[in-house]
Nanobody, 134 residues
């Protein structure tokens, strides 16, 4: 069983910054995907960024290229989402998610950790609220 706990949400003014953290515990194996999603009430949960255990990182189209969101991970399997230049439309509940993946063979490129529906990830945190005021 994998347990995920997010923290770091809060209320900021537009242009401000927040860094979210997701602490993972439990056994995910050596190959896994961890991701950040966000959800606004009444809307579907949307992916923000996906990090494979190899370090391969992919951002969702909604944030890619803007340079405002940066994902990183430390050796203790804590996943971070640094958010800069926040906009009111970034207001949402942010969730951390994880999915164990099949082990990679030697030389095999990472796979199974790309923008996609929330249903593809099995484990979820409780979420942390981010509110950006104009």
């Amino acid at each position: 069983q994998v347990h995920l706990v997010e923290s770091g949400g809060g209320s900021v003014q537009a242009g401000g910054s927040l860094t979210l953290s997701c602490v993972a515990s439990g056994y995910m194996g050596s190959t896994y995907c961890m991701a950040w999603f966000r959800q606004v009430a009444g809307k579907e949960r949307e992916g923000v960024a996906y990090m494979h255990s190899t370090g391969s990182l992919k951002y969702a189209d909604s944030v890619k290229g803007q340079g405002r969101f940066t994902v990183s991970r430390d050796v203790a399997n804590t996943l971070y989402l640094q958010m800069n230049s926040l906009k009111p439309e970034d207001s949402a509940t942010y969730y951390c998610a994880a999915e164990p993946l099949p082990e990679l063979l030697d030389g095999e490129p990472p796979s199974g950790c790309s923008p996609g529906p929330a249903s593809e990830l099995r484990y979820w945190g409780q979420g942390t609220q981010v509110t950006v005021s104009s």
